[in-house]
Nanobody, 124 residues
Framework: QVQLVESGGGLVQAGGSLRLSCAAS????????MGWFRQAPGKEREFVAT????????WYADSAKGRFTISRDNAKNTVYLQMNSLKPEDTAVYYC?????????????????WGQGTQVTVSS
């Protein structure tokens, strides 16, 4: 089992920045690819970004490219999402997720563990 706890959400004005953190406990953190997802009211949950177990590769949704940066510190069992130039349409509950690095397939799907989410609200 892996337990994930997000933090760092809040209310910010458009154009501002937030840094989300996700602390993992349980099994070896470096055995998992880590992802960030979000769900806005009335919408499906959507992929935001992912980072491989080693931290060497990252992928982003088009909506996040150039504004968001995913990173991880395996020594601290933590993954981060730095969000800059925030827009009102970024308002959502943000979730981190862990996917066993032995699993294949798309990095958008197949995550094994999820956090409880942290609310991000961007005012115009």
């Amino acid at each position: 089992q892996v337990q994930l706890v997000e933090s760092g959400g809040g209310l910010v004005q458009a154009g501002g920045s937030l840094r989300l953190s996700c602390a993992a406990s349980g099994r070896t953190f470096s055995s998992y690819h880590m992802g960030w997802f979000r769900q806005a009211p009335g919408k499906e949950r959507e992929f935001v970004a992912t980072i491989l177990w080693s931290g060497r590769n990252t992928w982003y949704a088009d909506s996040a490219k150039g504004r968001f940066t995913i990173s991880r510190d395996n020594a601290k069992n933590t993954v981060y999402l730095q969000m800059n130039s925030l827009k009102p349409e970024d308002t959502a509950v943000y979730y981190c997720a862990a996917k066993n690095a032995d699993k294949g397939g798309s990095f958008v799907f197949g995550y094994d563990y999820w956090g409880q989410g942290t609310q991000v609200t961007v005012s115009s």
